[in-house]
T-cell receptor
């Protein structure tokens, strides 16, 4: 059964303090791993898609990396506006339509 | 429109009543998904529509839940005889079939409908 586990559940950082969020997954043939940002009261906003181990993608202060078992979302010198819940999701070849989401990491950046 | 829209944004109903939630996908997007998100939790897949193919209903939690989509346009999610455990945010997403070969196209989410069953 495909599964996604995110850690930590919550993370509080000082502005400028870099850190990483973890997404561990099990899937029968990875078709894609996705990172989303979700602000309170809003729908998730797409950040990245990673397809194969070793792949990396960057956007502003965020960088996503992928191995065969996990993905990391690295945040460098975060700002208060980076505060949000970050969701990881996977899609496997066994069930192309079903995308499995983790429960997210709530990130809070203090000024 | 520019993005996925959902209505109503909020719905309060009494236990046992039926509710209908609406999703307007991005024009031209052939794929449409419904998810449920309980407070503080991740997204739970409910149903997937792709063009004129038979929908994947494997995530629907019970026969009280149903969804329809006409062609590649609006979709409605109906919950019959609502229960308190149905209280959640219901999110809709659409995507354009294509992109990276063998990969998954980007999903664009609506703002959700917050359902409260009293």
């Amino acid at each position: 059964e495909d599964q996604v586990t995110q850690s930590p559940e919550a993370l509080r950082l000082q502005e400028g303090e870099s850190s990483s969020l973890n997404c561990s997954y099990t899937v029968s043939g990875l078709r894609g791993l996705f990172w989303y940002r979700q602000d309170p009261g809003k729908g998730p906003e797409f950040l990245f898609t990673l397809y194969s181990a070793g792949e990396e993608k960057e956007k502003e202060r965020l960088k996503a990396t992928l191995t065969k078992k996990e993905s990391f979302l690295h945040i460098t010198a975060p700002k208060p506006e980076d505060s949000a819940t970050y969701l990881c999701a996977v899609q496997g070849y066994s069930s192309a339509s079903k995308i499995i989401f983790g429960s997210g990491t709530r990130l809070s950046i203090r000024p | 429109g520019a993005g996925v829209s959902q209505s109503p944004s909020n719905k309060v109903t009494e236990k046992g009543k039926d509710v209908e939630l609406r999703c307007d996908p991005i024009s031209g997007h052939t794929a449409l998904y419904w998810y449920r998100q309980r407070l503080g939790q991740g997204l739970e897949f409910l149903i997937y529509f792709q063009g004129n193919s038979a929908p994947d209903k494997s995530g629907l939690p019970s026969d009280r839940f149903s969804a329809e989509r006409t062609g590649e346009s609006v979709s409605t999610l109906t919950i019959q005889r609502t229960q308190q455990e149905d209280s959640a945010v219901y999110l809709c997403a659409s995507s354009f079939q294509g992109g990276h070969p063998g990969g998954q196209e980007t999903q664009y989410f609506g703002p959700g409908t917050r359902l409260l069953v009293l």
